[in-house]
């Protein structure tokens, strides 16, 4: 009876074109995900209201199951993403030139996390190389992509991988030609990401015996 009572209610909305949207709203996998949420809120997270990388849908539950807690992580650009690698892995820094935008994310990260300031420009780029290791993971997702690419890659660990975020966006395909001249293999993420309704891209380059497990 329920059900045919829901099957009804349904039919009527695609009927009037507003099923789909509904149906969106109300059981979806983007409910599921949060997108609703991270859309409302301006905030990239998940339904509970916990953080998430900026990333594609498919790229995060691509990637989450593969972090170990032993990960060093370095990342180009800082927020919720900072916030969630630090939940996971031994030790995050990332580098950041937005000075407001330090402060606020410095009052959010735990002990594990670290937030380097830095102007933009080859302060901004060298950045990975300050605390002199080598990291299993580094993220490019924030300034001057194409040159924080090529200087990075130099500082990851025998295994590490490099994620590149909004490869679709063609000024980024010099990046994507000097991981690939560098020996890398790449998966490309299409997909939605958390706030934005548009599609967009997350891109991971790895090698033979890297530490995801590709």
Not at 15 to 42: E, V
Not at 80 to 90: E, G, P
Request: glycine share 10%; proline share 3%.
């Amino acid at each position: 009876m329920i059900r045919s009572i829901k099957n009804v209610v349904w039919s009527g909305l695609r009927a009037i074109g507003l099923g789909g949207s509904f149906q969106l709203g109300i059981d979806s996998a983007l409910t599921k995900y949060g997108w609703f949420r991270s859309y409302h809120s301006g905030r990239s997270e998940d339904a509970g209201g916990n953080p998430l990388p900026w990333y594609t849908y498919s790229f995060i539950l691509f990637l989450e199951p593969r972090i170990r807690k032993s990960f060093q992580v370095f990342e180009y650009g800082s927020g919720n993403s900072t916030r969630w690698y630090a939940s996971r892995v031994d030790r995050i820094s990332a580098v950041e030139h937005d000075k407001e935008w330090i402060k606020i994310v410095s009052t959010l990260i735990p002990s594990n996390a670290k937030v380097i300031p830095a102007e933009l420009g080859d302060e901004y780029v060298q950045a990975v190389g300050q605390e002199k290791k080598l990291y299993n993971i580094i993220v490019v997702d924030g300034r001057k992509r194409v040159k924080c690419t090529a200087f990075a890659v130099d500082y990851l660990t025998p295994d590490g991988v490099l994620i590149l975020d909004n490869s679709e966006r063609s000024w980024y395909q010099e990046a994507k030609d000097l991981m690939e001249k560098k020996g890398f293999r790449k998966i490309d993420f299409y997909g939605m990401a958390p706030i934005v309704g548009h599609e967009t891209c997350s891109t991971v380059f790895y090698r033979e015996g890297n530490c995801l497990g590709i």
